[in-house]
């Protein structure tokens, strides 16, 4: 580390000792042994939450004594989680009725990939095989990013970068000489973006290299956070085959002409398939951000826990089942409204490529084009709130605020803090969403190759392919956004206890901030003084 940076260093430990903060250090000089927390010098605040430290470090503490919630209010938007729960209620509703219809049609829908009849209605069981390797193409690919991740962690960012640009060329390369036009343009369209991308960051690859080493090493310490996103992986994996599923179902059942408009659930129109439809990808959009959120929010309070108790002695016992039981009671309905916002924007992201896909193919250019825009400033959108997001319910893990007070609170302290500067530069994010995309590639390519092979009679014409490769590419991006929790879940965790209580990241990390500070000088200017007292503190 350079001179200037251990000067500041030690400059930091004397203005606090000079404050009478020497408490925070959490460790006896004499003895070694824990004295206290040191997340915490000014107490718990008991409107806003978070980590106390009037316990006795001499004995373990729950997750709950150790993160105090906030006593104002037990439950948090109590009303987004029970639209939350109504929608899944709504999604199963109609999964039964379109499951119905299918297994009482199953005859003329085939059991396997060439017995359909030469009917062509609509989807039918060769959809839901697709469907369902897509789904395995997802898992095998997102599991074997994870492995690299944490094997080849210098070169990930090199990986990443150059494996989705081939990718991305090569799949809008061969779309286009199988003159599938409408998908070659927008997949070349990205995969140019992304070229422009990988070439601005090289510059900021060591940071991010040096904090996704920091994530990664926690996670190899408390290997359990691979254990529920694991879980929460294989539980994705599963609602994309039920979801896969239904929306075949839901073709057979409403699509008017199938035999399954003679099932009793309702009659056929295409008014009812486009409405349902509709419903069915906005619900599917609003659980899979659901279920991610809820596993970034659990290991983010993991990884808050190693921040402010970074010793074994007094890591908090059971952090992650206390995590995760405080996510699904006190904050499930701020994560069901964070994920909501979420669902909402990519719903609509979602019908303008299906729409810009139709109009590519009817060779309307006019709609083309202000379908593209509206589908950019979706993406904008997208990208603005899933940034606040991401701290926001780091937030919400720790301290328990609701969710708009997380958002704001949080907002507020990055930027007063200028921890917005090293976020923009840390790559670790954008990194793991190309990842994500290479993922989404992958699978999208696998449904396309699927449908050029088997040729199905209801996709004779191509009318289907947009459909079903667009809802191949959703499934791999949010499989694989589900299994990179992890990682990605640690860093902004850092990034958010940092600038809430920076002189800990000084005191008790300091091998780490001496490492940041070294490839990154700036890290100095954000890391400094004392705890956050800003808005809603």
Request: include cysteine; charge should be positive.
């Amino acid at each position: 580390m350079s001179g200037e940076a251990n000067s500041y260093y030690a400059g930091g430990q004397q203005a606090d000792v000079e404050h009478g903060n020497q408490q925070h250090n959490g460790h006896n000089g004499q003895s070694g042994q824990p004295k206290q927390q040191p997340g915490n010098g000014q107490g718990y605040d008991q409107q806003r939450g978070g980590p106390d430290q009037n316990y006795n470090y001499g004995e373990k503490v729950d997750y709950d004594q150790f993160f105090k919630p906030p006593k104002q209010r037990k439950f948090k938007d109590i009303w987004a989680g029970l639209l939350f729960l109504a929608t899944v209620a709504g999604f199963i509703a109609i999964a039964v009725i379109s499951l119905r219809a299918y297994t009482q049609t199953r005859a003329a829908s085939g059991s396997s990939i060439y017995d359909a009849d030469d009917s062509n209605f609509g989807l039918n069981t060769s959809t839901i095989i697709c469907m369902v390797v897509c789904v395995a193409v997802a898992v095998v690919l997102s599991v074997l990013y994870l492995t690299i991740t944490r094997v080849f962690t210098k070169l990930l960012i090199w990986i990443t970068g150059i494996a989705n640009i081939v990718l991305g060329l090569g799949t809008a390369i061969y779309m286009l000489y199988e003159k599938y036009y409408s998908g070659g343009i927008v997949f070349l369209i990205f995969a140019v973006f992304n070229i422009f991308c990988f070439i601005s960051w090289i510059p900021r690859i060591p940071f991010s290299v040096e904090m996704l080493r920091a994530s990664i090493d926690v996670s190899r310490k408390y290997g359990h956070v691979y254990v529920v996103s694991m879980v929460g992986g294989l539980l994705s994996a599963a609602f994309g085959v039920l979801f896969s599923v239904t929306m075949v179902a839901v073709y057979i059942k409403f699509e008017p002409g199938s035999d399954g408009c003679d099932v009793s659930g309702g009659g056929c129109s295409k008014a009812k398939l486009i409405g349902v439809m509709a419903f069915i990808t906005f619900a599917g959009y609003w659980i899979t951000e659901w279920l991610k959120n809820t596993i970034h929010a659990s290991i983010a309070g993991v990884y808050g826990a190693w921040y402010y108790a970074p010793n074994e002695q007094s890591f908090p016992k059971g952090a992650t089942r206390g995590s995760v039981k405080r996510i699904l009671t006190r904050s499930f309905g701020s994560i069901s409204l964070g994920s909501l916002v979420v669902a909402i924007i990519n719903a609509l992201r979602q019908l303008c490529s299906i729409a810009q896909h139709q109009a590519a193919d009817n060779n309307n250019i006019v709609a083309t084009i202000v379908v593209c825009l509206i589908g950019c400033l979706l993406s904008v959108l997208e990208w603005a709130v899933q940034f606040v997001n991401r701290f926001a319910f780091c937030n919400i893990a720790l301290y328990g605020s609701t969710y708009f007070e997380a958002a704001r609170d949080t907002w507020t302290m990055l930027k007063s803090r200028g921890i917005d500067a090293l976020v923009n530069t840390c790559l670790v994010g954008p990194v793991f969403s190309m990842g994500a995309t290479f993922v989404a590639y992958a699978t999208a390519l696998s449904a396309y190759l699927f449908l050029k092979i088997t040729d199905p009679a209801y996709n004779s014409g191509g009318g289907y392919t947009p459909v079903i490769v667009a809802y191949a590419f959703l499934v791999g991006l949010q499989i694989c956004n589900v299994f990179t929790v992890p990682i990605s879940s640690g860093v902004d965790t850092i990034f958010v206890a940092m600038g809430w209580d920076p002189y800990v990241m000084r005191q008790s990390h300091t091998e780490l901030f001496d490492r940041l500070v070294r490839v990154y000088p700036q890290v100095q200017q954000a890391v400094q003084g004392e705890r956050w007292n800003g808005v809603g503190r």
